[in-house]
């Protein structure tokens, strides 16, 4: 496995990521048997890719800031914050992916910590996670950090929340 220069964290995208970033991502997409078309126009432009996803923006009707997990010069994975929940509170105030080359090593557990501990900054006092209910792997990272069931939300996933001063 590969040593990590140091811990990761929560950081603003950056240029700097640009090769780590698109192998990552495109190893993810191609695992998942996703589209990987929009990697194209990020190659050929990473420096506007980047400025186009800094700082809080305005998305899904409400404020949300992307930040990037990484350590040096690698790039594990990606993480969104919602500042306010949407009309229909889906999707929550956190979403996140860790890139497939480094899943299964402790990162989107370590990530989402780190997310909570923001949120507590900007004033959630409890951050709101949907999941489906296929997917183990982020139903264990929530649980992980203290995530207490709530109910199932319209379009079917799981609800949980967690309260971001325990973080
Ligand atoms: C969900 C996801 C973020 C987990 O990332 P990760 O860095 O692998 O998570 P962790 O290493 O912190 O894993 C936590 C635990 O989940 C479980 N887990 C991880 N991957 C799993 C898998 N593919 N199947 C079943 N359980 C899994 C394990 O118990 C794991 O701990 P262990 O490896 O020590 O046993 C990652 O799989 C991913 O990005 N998936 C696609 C996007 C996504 O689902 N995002 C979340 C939307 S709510």
């Known amino acids: 496995m590969i040593e990590l220069p140091e811990p990761p964290r929560l950081s603003v995208p950056s ?17 998942r048997g996703s589209d990987a078309s929009w990697l194209k126009a990020a190659s050929l432009d990473f420096d506007a890719f980047v400025a186009e996803r800094t700082g809080v923006r305005e998305r899904w009707g409400v404020a949300s800031e992307l930040f990037w997990f990484a350590s040096g010069e690698y790039y594990l994975g990606s993480l969104v914050i919602r500042h306010e929940l949407t009309d229909d509170e889906g999707g929550g105030h956190i979403g996140y992916h860790v890139v497939y080359p480094w899943q299964r090593q402790g990162h989107a557990t370590r990530m989402l910590k780190q997310a909570l501990v923001k949120c507590a900054g900007l004033g959630i006092e409890r951050a709101l996670l949907t999941v489906a209910p296929h997917n183990a792997a982020s139903i264990a990272v929530v649980r992980r950090n203290g995530g207490v069931e709530d109910r199932i939300n319209s379009e079917g996933e799981m609800r949980f929340w967690i309260d971001t001063a325990s973080a």
């Open 15 to 31: 240029t700097t990521l640009k090769t780590s970033y698109l192998v990552g991502e495109q190893a993810d997409m191609k695992h």
